[in-house]
């Protein structure tokens, strides 16, 4: 059965650049979780110091993908400030959603926040009253990030369409969270922070190094011993050795019933093994058992390096 594959005629088909999606791993994004707990503590101390109102932040968790897709999702006309990271030539962006912005700006102006507003872009004078907010919220960030990297942030820009935000390379990986922010017992909204891929590797690299710098050998012990306990290790079983002169070794021919090598021990004795390891030491000695159909070595002692 054929399947008819219908595509809408105002999607755009771009060629497939391997080089542009640089992905991190899932693993690495959660190690930064804490980091944007404080970011979010600090917000929520700012915030509720502007507004005169108790506000409590929410860190979300980071989330990466194509700059552009990120830019496709957000409304237009919006609220969107930015920075510049000076020492990475990149840029730091929050975006305020419309709804956002109108419910701090309600309670700016002595509201509750609750009010539901059917607009859909600022006027001159909230586009400036959110212009303070964003400066608050990317003073957080930055205190919180030097514990990190020490960022100098400049170059406080706003804009009102995502379309004039450039952010790398068309179709570059970027990275978001979500600040879930409540105004005492109102309803949550959401701002979102947008970091670059350098900024996000500076701080996947420092946060590495403070870790590697901080390591305590008592808590990593478990974890070599149990490597160690993995290696796997060749073990040899052998009778004592036998000392013979050239002239007897060269008398023995292969398949001759005569030529035999004796091992010095009765047919009625105990025989004791050798036990060796890597590098053919020996590590212990053992006796020669049978177990079933089977011969072994049953293990009488291991013996100490000085000993050997």
Request: with cysteine; proline share 5%; net charge negative.
């Amino acid at each position: 059965m054929n399947a008819a594959l219908v595509i809408d005629d105002d999607a755009q088909v771009r060629p497939y650049d391997p080089l542009r999606h640089e992905v991190v791993d899932r693993g690495q994004l959660r190690r930064l979780h804490p980091l944007l707990e404080a970011c979010a503590h600090r917000m929520g101390a700012n915030l509720s110091a502007g507004l005169r109102r108790p506000v409590h932040v929410v860190a979300g968790e980071l989330e990466q993908g194509a700059w552009d897709d990120f830019m496709a999702g957000m409304e237009d006309p919006t609220f969107i400030a930015t920075v510049l990271v000076a020492d990475l030539d990149e840029r730091l962006l929050l975006h305020f959603p419309i709804a956002t912005a109108l419910s701090l700006i309600e309670v700016q102006l002595g509201g509750d926040g609750k009010t539901e507003m059917d607009r859909v872009a600022l006027t001159e004078i909230e586009f400036a009253m959110v212009s303070s907010i964003a400066s608050n919220v990317f003073s957080a960030l930055r205190a919180s990030l030097d514990t990190l990297l020490d960022l100098n942030l400049t170059a406080l820009q706003r804009h009102r369409s995502p379309h004039f935000v450039k952010m790398g390379r068309p179709g570059d990986t970027a990275f978001r969270a979500e600040a879930s922010v409540t105004i005492g017992d109102g309803a949550s909204r959401s701002i979102w922070l947008y970091l670059p891929l350098a900024t996000m590797r500076s701080l996947l690299s420092t946060l590495e190094q403070e870790e590697d710098d901080h390591v305590d050998p008592d808590a990593i012990l478990p974890y070599v011993e149990r490597s160690i306990e993995e290696v796997p290790v060749e073990l040899y079983v052998a009778y004592p050795p036998v000392r013979m002169s050239a002239a007897q070794i060269l008398s023995l021919a292969p398949g001759n019933p005569e030529s035999i090598i004796l091992l010095g021990v009765g047919t009625t004795e105990q025989v004791e093994l050798d036990i060796l390891a890597a590098g053919r030491t020996r590590i212990g000695r053992g006796v020669l058992v049978t177990n079933g159909k089977h011969a072994g070595c049953m293990v009488q002692r291991w013996e100490r390096r000085d000993e050997r």
